[in-house]
């Protein structure tokens, strides 16, 4: 199946799981190792103590590992749509120009006229990755759904930590007697 002229075959399924959301899952799966989960679960523990859900620290990580592991180059495809696009900007009339093989076996849509730009880029699998228009401050990312996936995971496996160490955290105050909390030490 061709979506767009672009060229990307089986991305769209009826009634079934599509080939994008298999893909998506099993990139963010393996993105997720069992030193990445412990990584998670100490960021949390530690965050818990803070009494901060999700403090930055958390955030960059999970940043950097899924621009590491699950995100598309997407830097490419845009510097060579932007070339194609100053280079449309010099026609008066709609242009419109489908472009397959950009880095990365990425493609892309672009539509220039006299008033303004606008442009997708798509994956090999055909997701839009990210979005131009001249009217709305440049260039968009869009998440695929392989990072969506990844989001959901890390943020799942954080949460149960977050929260396992917030009730250690309350057991281990209830555990001291009352006595205990109000008892001070007067001598002199």
Same mark, same amino acid.
């Given at each position: 199946?061709?979506?767009? /002229?672009?060229?990307?075959? $089986?991305?769209?399924?009826?009634?079934?799981?599509?080939?994008?959301?298999k893909?998506?899952?099993?990139?963010?799966e393996?993105?997720?190792?069992? $030193?990445?989960?412990? %990584?998670?679960?100490?960021?949390?523990?530690?965050?818990?103590?803070? /009494?901060?859900?999700?403090?930055?620290?958390?955030?960059?990580?999970?940043?950097?590992?899924m621009? %590491?592991?699950?995100?598309?180059?997407?830097? $490419?495809?845009?510097?060579?749509?932007?070339?194609?696009?100053?280079?449309?900007?010099?026609?008066?009339?709609?242009?419109?120009?489908?472009?397959?093989?950009?880095?990365?076996?990425? &493609?892309?849509?672009?539509?220039?006229?006299?008033? /303004?730009?606008?442009?997708?880029?798509?994956?090999?699998?055909?997701?839009?990755?990210? &979005?131009?228009n001249?009217?709305?401050? /440049?260039?968009?990312?869009?998440?695929?759904?392989?990072?969506?996936?990844?989001? $959901?995971?890390?943020?799942?496996?954080?949460?149960?930590?977050?929260?396992?160490?917030?009730?250690?955290?309350?057991?281990?105050?209830q555990?001291? &007697?009352?006595?205990?909390?109000?008892?001070?030490?007067?001598?002199?």
């Amino acid at each position: 199946m061709q979506i767009g /002229g672009l060229g990307t075959k $089986g991305t769209a399924t009826l009634g079934g799981t599509s080939q994008i959301q298999k893909s998506a899952k099993k990139t963010a799966e393996n993105a997720i190792t069992d $030193g990445f989960v412990k %990584q998670i679960q100490t960021l949390a523990r530690e965050d818990a103590e803070k /009494g901060i859900y999700m403090d930055t620290e958390f955030r960059q990580m999970r940043r950097a590992r899924m621009e %590491q592991y699950v995100s598309p180059d997407r830097a $490419g495809p845009m510097s060579q749509v932007n070339s194609i696009m100053r280079d449309l900007a010099k026609e008066q009339e709609r242009v419109k120009v489908f472009l397959e093989r950009l880095m990365g076996n990425c &493609s892309a849509k672009v539509q220039s006229d006299s008033i /303004g730009q606008t442009a997708e880029i798509y994956s090999p699998d055909g997701e839009v990755i990210a &979005s131009y228009n001249s009217f709305g401050g /440049g260039w968009t990312e869009i998440q695929t759904k392989a990072e969506l996936a990844f989001k $959901g995971e890390t943020t799942m496996i954080y949460y149960h930590a977050y929260k396992e160490a917030r009730a250690e955290m309350k057991a281990a105050a209830q555990g001291r &007697s009352p006595t205990d909390a109000a008892t001070m030490d007067i001598r002199a």
